[in-house]
């Protein structure tokens, strides 16, 4: 997964926990997700999940 930086925001992944993070003001982040690659390894052939969790920081999670 792809990592950048838009203003004052910066993404990041841990490859050992498949997390992609970016924390910050919401057309930043925007920014970012729309910018963000998947690339599949060449000949992958295994399934995978992708899986989403928003806050922002006083409500519960918003997850799917």
Same mark, same amino acid.
């Given at each position: %997964? #792809?990592?950048?930086?838009s203003n004052n925001?910066?993404?990041a992944? @841990?490859?050992t $926990? &498949?997390?992609?993070t !970016? #924390?910050? =003001? &919401?057309?930043?982040? @925007?920014? =970012? =997700?729309? /910018?963000?690659?998947?690339a599949?390894?060449? @000949?992958? /052939?295994? /399934?995978?999940?992708i899986?989403? #969790?928003? $806050? /922002? &920081?006083? !409500?519960?999670? %918003?997850? &799917?």
């Open positions: %997964i #792809s990592v950048a930086t925001v910066t993404s992944f @841990n490859a $926990t &498949g997390v992609w !970016a #924390s910050g =003001l &919401g057309p930043d982040v @925007n920014t =970012l =997700l729309a /910018d963000t690659q998947f599949i390894t060449e @000949n992958y /052939d295994q /399934d995978f999940t899986a989403t #969790s928003v $806050t /922002d &920081g006083d !409500a519960t999670a %918003i997850t &799917g």
